[in-house]
């Protein structure tokens, strides 16, 4: 970068008024700096990041950007850096973005974010330069179907641990009401089995009809697009719109905010139109029929996933069933519903821990489990999948031990109607 000497007259003449000196600098045209646009150009031709040459450097992104309370991180500064001429596609800015959707909210020039790293990263993977772990999670879910590596024939195996009916479709032979979209979390992971089991019994108890894929069903793409890797979120995309368009059922409930997204945004591009609900959706204007007796005497806070509050804008549902638990005393964290602080999660941040570890002081999950902590919250009420392991992973590493449990409200509902 070169940078240019302001230009100053010795004597200029303004509308007949002599100006001597450094007074005239102001009416002349100054030139501060030049750059080299080429870098920023270079990404801002990539279809889908046009928006990241709009910013005008206003900061207001900065102040909500969660990435920044731990690091050094907003869409100013990555436009700042690539108008210096720092290669987004090499740069680690790349993949610190959760696309939690913060900045967007602020943002005067809508600076899309959500749409930047998608399409920035495509161009990184199609490199060969995204980061190690990030591409293990893609060849699982290529292979497998789930990020996390699991045998695909395996994927039901958590309903043997319901001890309720939970009829997998290639079987039942019938139409069913609530198709329910289990995902890979809920369907693998210790504690998203938990979930499940729970949602089971729940579903049981008010006597709706459902079904799963079971073996059928592969993990929703959505976080692996938002990672970067369109090529395989299609795939997805088009194995399970196929599974689901064989049999009948009258709408689809998902566990998961990030099905939920793909399902409302995605998912119709590929032929997947059905009406969707994220579980609290469904589950809250049925509250009443929950015969909710146990109470839970705790202080509950809840963690707003991205997914659901910010990008699809439900914040009520959540609140509602957790408000219906006897003795349940609901607190709301500072940054909470809009202003929501990600589990550090979403945009393919749930496989990149060891890498976003290098550019950050601690994880966001950490950070949040603080902020609980610090609001007096016995319970972390969540209901993401992502969440309840990233959140006890980070209760441990805090040293919050016993002071602070991490529950799926599925877990909490069922525990206070004695189904689990
Ligand atoms: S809020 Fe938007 S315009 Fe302002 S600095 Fe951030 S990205 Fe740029
Ligand atoms: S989407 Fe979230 S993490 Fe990404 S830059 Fe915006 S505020 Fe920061």
Not at 117 to 132: I, N, S, Y
Not at 150 to 169: L, Y
Request: net charge negative.
């Amino acid at each position: 970068m070169q940078k240019a000497k302001p230009i100053e007259l010795e004597l200029a003449v303004v509308n007949g008024i002599e100006l001597p000196g450094h007074w005239n600098r102001m009416f002349e045209p100054r030139v501060i700096s030049e750059y080299d646009l080429s870098v920023l150009d270079q990404v801002t031709s990539i279809e889908g990041a046009e928006s990241l040459g709009y910013c005008y450097q206003c900061g207001k992104c900065t102040a909500v950007c969660p990435v920044d309370t731990v690091g050094d991180y907003s869409p100013r500064k990555v436009f700042r850096r690539t108008q210096l001429g720092a290669s987004l596609v090499d740069s680690p800015d790349l993949w610190l973005c959760t696309t939690c959707r913060n900045c967007l909210r602020v943002c005067p020039k809508e600076v899309n974010m959500i749409e930047i790293m998608p399409a920035v990263r495509e161009q990184a993977v199609l490199e060969g330069k995204a980061p190690e772990e990030l591409l293990t999670a893609f060849e699982n879910t290529a292979r497998y179907g789930n990020p996390l590596g699991e045998p695909p024939r395996k994927r039901a195996d958590w309903v043997k641990s319901a001890e309720v009916p939970v009829p997998v479709m290639s079987q039942h032979k019938a139409p069913v009401d609530v198709l329910w979209f289990v995902e890979c979390y809920p369907s693998y992971h210790p504690r998203g089995k938990d979930a499940s089991v729970a949602l089971a019994r729940l579903f049981n108890a008010l006597g709706v009809e459902f079904g799963i894929l079971g073996t059928e069903e592969k993990c929703s793409g959505d976080s692996q697009r938002m990672a970067g890797e369109k090529g395989l979120f299609e795939m997805l995309a088009e194995h399970n719109v196929k599974m689901l368009s064989k049999y009948q059922f009258n709408q689809i409930v998902v566990t998961d905010p990030h099905a939920f997204n793909a399902f409302l945004h995605e998912y119709p591009k590929y032929g997947g139109q059905w009406p969707v609900q994220h579980y609290t959706q469904f589950l809250a204007p049925l509250i009443d029929q929950i015969n909710l007796t146990r109470p839970i005497s705790k202080k509950v806070t809840f963690h707003d996933p991205c997914y659901l509050g910010r990008h699809n804008g439900e914040y009520e549902a959540p609140r509602n069933l957790l408000k219906a638990i006897p003795g349940l005393d609901l607190v709301e964290m500072g940054h909470c519903r809009e202003t929501a602080y990600c589990c550090g999660g979403g945009g393919g941040g749930m496989w990149l821990d060891s890498f976003v570890r290098d550019y950050t002081s601690q994880r966001l999950s950490e950070k949040r489990v603080r902020e609980a902590v610090e609001y007096g919250a016995d319970i972390l009420a969540v209901t993401c999948p992502y969440e309840v392991s990233r959140f006890e992973d980070a209760v441990k590493s805090t040293g919050n031990t016993g002071k602070l449990e991490v529950r799926d409200i599925a877990e909490l509902l069922a525990y206070s109607a004695e189904l689990i």
